[in-house]
């Protein structure tokens, strides 16, 4: 069964924003801590933002202050606030959920959703 439903990429000119959403059901969504990871091309996956139920958020510096990481309780759904887009920016972009506690690395998560496609241009 599909538990994590990420929507929300496209293709932005630099310095615009995009939001992700990522719908979970509701056993994840209360029970695991929630982030967002991206993945270019010829690159590995790297971490961006997480998200604990506790309310404590981790981001990674190469987006600090551009991006916001959030959730909405009242539709089990995850965002991922966008700003100041930048080339290197552009990757494929996963919304995943593990029982972990402020981690950004990936191999510490066991659910993960299609992913979805953002794009910047110079």
């Known amino acids: 069964q599909v538990q994590l439903v990420e929507s929300g990429g496209g293709s932005v000119q630099a310095g615009e924003s995009l939001r992700l959403s990522c719908v979970a059901s509701e056993y994840i969504y209360r029970q695991y801590s929630m982030g967002w990871f991206r993945q270019a091309p010829g690159k590995e996956r790297e971490g961006v933002a997480c998200s604990d139920s506790d309310g404590s958020t981790t981001y990674a510096e190469s987006v600090k202050g551009r991006f916001t990481i959030s959730r909405d309780n009242t539709k089990n759904t995850l965002y991922l606030q966008m700003n100041s887009l930048k080339p290197e920016d552009t990757a494929i972009y996963y919304c995943?959920?593990?029982?972990?506690?402020?981690?950004?690395?990936?191999?510490?998560?066991?659910?993960w959703g299609q992913g979805t496609q953002v794009t910047v241009s110079s």
């Open positions: 995943a959920a593990g029982r972990v506690y402020s981690s950004l690395l990936p191999y510490q998560y066991d659910v």
